[in-house]
Every structure is written in C-alpha cells, then in structure tokens.
C-alpha cells in the first residue's frame, strides 16, 4: 500500500517568493495535517484538513495557509518567504479521529 | 510553540547496551506517542499508550504511560546500530500532536 507521498522533495526559495507543497495521503485517509520542524523550534502543527475544511490551526501567521481537495489530497501554501520559514515540512494522514497518524519524508524547503 | 519536556537531549552508547528516555508535560493527555526519525526521512509510530500507568512493549522497545498521565519513557534493550536516530515522545492533543524535544541516540559498535 503506497505511503504519504509529498512533493517536492527538495525547495529553493528566495526571500520574498511564496511557495506551494504537495501531500497526498494513503488512500482512505481523510485527514492530512501538516507540522514545521527546524532545529530551534522542533516539531510544530501548522494546521489539519478533514474533508475539506480547516479543523485546527496552530500558532503560524496568516502567511501560511492550507486547503484539502476531494480526494484527500491537501496543499500548503506560504506566502511572501523569510529565511526563518527554512525547514523540514512534513505531512500526517490518518482516518479520522481515533486513528494514527501515518508520516511523509516531507519537504526539505530553504530560502535564500 | 508548544513542546514536551524531553530528556536526555542526546546518547551516545555502545551497541548491546540498554537506553532510557523520558518526556515530561505540563499538561494532561489521554495518548502518548513514542515515534522515530531517520536522517530525511518522517516520524514513524513505534509505541501507542493510551492508559494511565500502561506499560506496553514492542519487541526490545518498552514504554509506560505515567499515572498523572503527564509524563511517559521508553526503553531500548540490547541497542543494535539501526536504533540511530532521533526518538521524539508526543502528546495527542484535540486533532494536533504535541512534540517532545527529541532525543538523538548514536550507538557505536
């Protein structure tokens, strides 16, 4: 059974740029979360899709934002880069509530 | 942002020893994670708790959920090289985890 996939792998970014990440999940997983990890602040939730529509929000500014289409699959979006938004950007599908949660490779995103 | 307290922040050991690692939270949760992060690649799930003072094993990992439900540790026994990496602790939050800080284990033959 195919896992999380995201892309891309790898981002270069320029100060300024906004950028657009991929996640689809494992088919019949209709929650997708996304979380930031950098060496200072670790692991952190960005936001969760279920079907469709936001069902919690971290503490981010209104720089980054999220959808989730039909089929499950969800984007991430951030607008207007600084060099503090370099980081590992990792999805998390899973059923629904009650489930676990199953993990991408991520993507690796640098600004410049 | 939020995270759990995590200890020790790295290890470093010889292969065949046994590693303990805890993770300590200001808050209550009903569900602590254990999870592991190879170099590139995402978390992956080694342990689920999901009862005060549960004690549960998964072949030499064991872990136990702390009876305030705020605290939890897991311990690797006889520790063999692909145990490298980095083991976080998580807290299930409403539709969120909370991470520990993480704990880098190196083992050397």
């Known amino acids: 059974k195919a896992g999380v996939t995201q892309t891309p792998r790898y981002l270069i970014k320029t100060r300024g740029q906004q950028v657009t990440l991929s996640c689809s999940p494992i088919?019949?997983?209709?929650?997708v979360s996304w979380y930031q990890q950098t060496p200072g602040q670790g692991l952190q939730f960005l936001f969760e899709?279920?079907?469709?529509?936001?069902?919690n929000k971290g503490n981010f500014p209104g720089r980054f934002s999220g959808r989730q289409f039909s089929n499950s699959r969800s984007e991430m979006n951030v607008s207007t880069l600084e060099l503090g938004d370099s980081a590992l950007y990792l999805c998390a599908g899973r059923i629904d509530r009650g489930y676990g949660y199953t993990f991408g490779s991520g993507t690796r995103l640098t600004v410049v | 942002g939020q995270q759990l307290n995590q200890s020790p922040q790295s290890m470093f050991i010889q292969e065949g020893e046994d590693v303990s690692m805890n993770c300590t939270s200001s808050s209550i949760f009903n569900t602590w994670l254990w999870y592991k992060q190879d170099p590139g690649e995402g978390p992956v799930l080694l342990i689920a708790?999901?009862?005060?003072?549960e004690l549960t094993s998964n072949g030499r990992l064991t872990a136990q959920f702390g009876i305030t439900r705020k605290d939890s540790f897991l311990n690797i026994s006889a520790s063999i090289p692909s145990d490298v990496g980095i083991y976080f602790c998580?807290?299930?939050?409403?539709?969120?985890?909370?991470f520990g800080t993480g704990t880098r284990l190196q083992v050397f033959p």
């Open positions: 088919s019949g997983h209709r929650s």
């Open positions: 998580a807290g299930q939050g409403p539709d969120k985890l909370i």
């Open positions: 899709y279920f079907s469709e529509t936001q069902r």
């Open positions: 708790l999901y009862k005060a003072g």
